[in-house]
């Protein structure tokens, strides 16, 4: 059975820091790229960043890159998501997900075959 468990979301005031964590399980994740995606209260689903399954090359989005830090711990099957300098329009749900078809990563949520039921961020002060 095929899981995605994110953690590590919660309120934060504007300017603070927060590490997300997702968790996988039921596939061989090594054989993966990994992204995060997040979805803002009324607005669409959108990318935030990726992660070779093999040399973790990553991705970012404009808004993202500078800010957050996408990594990967192979060995305990795990992507993380450290987020900084935080803002109040990062507010929203926050996904991880897996796809295995390219060769590297690609922030599009339609190539990606897993997903979790994600972690809400609330920046707020």
């Known amino acids: 059975q095929v899981q995605l468990v994110e953690s590590g979301g919660g309120l934060v005031q504007p300017g603070g820091s927060l590490r997300l964590s997702c968790e996988a399980s039921?596939?061989?994740?090594?054989?993966?790229?990994m992204a995060w995606f997040r979805q803002a209260p009324g607005k669409e689903r959108e990318g935030v960043a990726c992660?070779?399954?093999?040399?973790?090359?990553?991705d970012y989005e404009d808004f993202s890159r500078g800010r957050f830090t996408i990594s990967r711990d192979n060995a305990k099957s795990t992507v993380y998501l450290q987020m900084n300098n935080l803002k109040p329009e990062d507010t929203g749900v926050y996904y991880c997900?897996?796809?295995?078809?390219?060769?590297?990563?690609?922030?599009?949520?339609?190539?990606?075959?897993?997903w979790g039921q994600g972690t809400l961020v609330n920046v707020s002060s």
């Open positions: 039921g596939f061989t994740f090594v054989h993966y790229n």
């Open positions: 997900a897996a796809s295995g078809v390219q060769n590297v990563c690609v922030i599009d949520e339609y190539v990606h075959d897993y």
């Open positions: 992660i070779n399954k093999r040399d973790g090359g990553a």
